[in-house]
């Protein structure tokens, strides 16, 4: 069964219970997406019992460092595997990882992977940028930086798709996309009492409440919680459930999300 697994699911800062947000999305027949990949995605995917020899492709949703200081020391661990890895991400993402792998002198294709750069466009909705039999996996922009995107991951057998926002403020696009979803997957940074400076960039729970209700999502999953101010879950779920009347999954790292078709 296809399913996503939360390797972290904290904000810029990290802390001992939560990493930088990435997520793992392994479809059913076994095709694995690392999406976003900061801290040691080697040492999380190994103690998830994974191979992380396995991972040939990679999604960046923005340039932020909290989503992409990983990928050198990936590639760097899939030294002499003479393999080659698919590295999905908006032009401005794609000219950083390039630098990066430069300046980690990580270009020898003797020794480490071959990469192929994906460029996705940072302006268009619906862009359709990997499709197998069974899954569609598109981007459309947010709102973040100028380069972020949001991904809908459409499966056929059985039919459900699920929106990842990436990290975004309030956006319209992420409505029209995650309508009627079976899953969302969204930034909630914070209780609505610490959103004031930060709601250009992200997005707090009480607006999560009513995005995902206007949605008629069926089932929402926030992430990417600032865990450098001082808040308990609870006053999250309260907030998102103020506005909010489907289900509601508050994840922790490594909770792993297998994706069925929902009940509203
Ligand atoms: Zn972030
Ligand atoms: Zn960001």
Known sequence: MAKIIFLGTAGAVASAQRDNTSLLFMDDSGEKFLIDCPGSPVTKLAKLGFDYREISNLILTHTHVDHIYGVPSLLHSQYRLGNKVNIFATQECLLLIRGLISFHRLEDPEKFPEVSFQTIPADKDNFLFFQREKTLISSFPVKHTPDSI?????????????????????????????????????????????????????TSALALGEIAEEAQVKTLVPIHFLTEIEFKMEEIENEIKKNFSGNLIIPSDFDSLELKPQLS
């Open 150 to 202: 949001g991904l809908k991951i459409c499966l056929k057998n059985p039919p459900l798709t699920c929106v990842y926002s990436g990290d975004t403020a309030f956006s319209r696009t992420i409505v029209e996309e995650a309508k009627d979803a079976d899953y969302l997957i969204h930034d909630c940074a914070c209780p609505s009492r610490f959103a004031k400076e930060l709601e250009e960039m992200h």
